[in-house]
């Protein structure tokens, strides 16, 4: 696996889900986990997204508008609690100095610094990429190339089958 994709379910989780799967059609299935992956019965949940950032070349954050003013019940800011999984996925990240990007989804905008609690204030330093449901094959497409600059980060390659001993068919096209 190479790339981790982050997301607030109460926020981007269809644009995450898409952008997973856009994702690994073109990177190859299992080089990319969507952090809903790791959700299975009576796992350590902690425990899978260190295992699966520290294979990591890269990490998604999908924003989206509410990403960072969700509240929890008791309406305090959940970015603002320790606990909470964005923060903790990626202080992680940060911390194994591996490619952080914020991916923009429905017109988000990119949070400022004075915005993120102290251990995350260098997300808001990143070069954001914006994901657009009108240009989404474009953006994916621009993303891809952007990561493929990271070392570790390759497209699947196509498998192509051919017999040595084969006769070579001429091409030929009539206009």
């Not at 969700?70 to 911390?95: S, Y």
């Not at 004075?114 to 070069?127: H, N």
């Not at 980060?153 to 017999?163: E, P, Y």
Request: glycine share 2%.
């Amino acid at each position: 696996m190479n790339l981790y994709v982050s997301c607030r379910r109460s926020d981007a989780a269809v644009r995450a889900a898409r952008l997973a799967e856009s994702l690994a059609q073109r990177l190859g299935k299992g080089r990319v986990t969507w952090d809903a992956d790791l959700l299975e019965a009576g796992a350590d949940f902690r425990a899978q997204v260190s295992r699966a950032l520290a294979q990591a070349d890269a990490m998604l954050v999908v924003i989206g508008p509410r990403w960072l003013n969700i509240t929890d019940d008791q309406n305090q800011r959940r970015l603002d609690k320790p606990d909470d999984w964005i923060r903790i996925e990626t202080r992680l990240a940060l911390q194994r100095n591996i490619r952080v990007i914020p991916v923009l989804a429905e017109n988000a905008q990119p949070p400022t610094m004075d915005a993120l609690p102290d251990e995350i204030k260098s997300l808001a330093r990143r070069e954001a990429h914006e994901l657009s449901d009108k240009r989404w094959d474009y953006d994916v497409q621009c993303l891809i190339e952007a990561l493929e600059k990271i070392p570790g980060i390759r497209r699947k390659v196509q498998a192509t089958t051919f017999s040595q001993n084969a006769p070579v068919q001429p091409v030929t096209t009539r206009l």
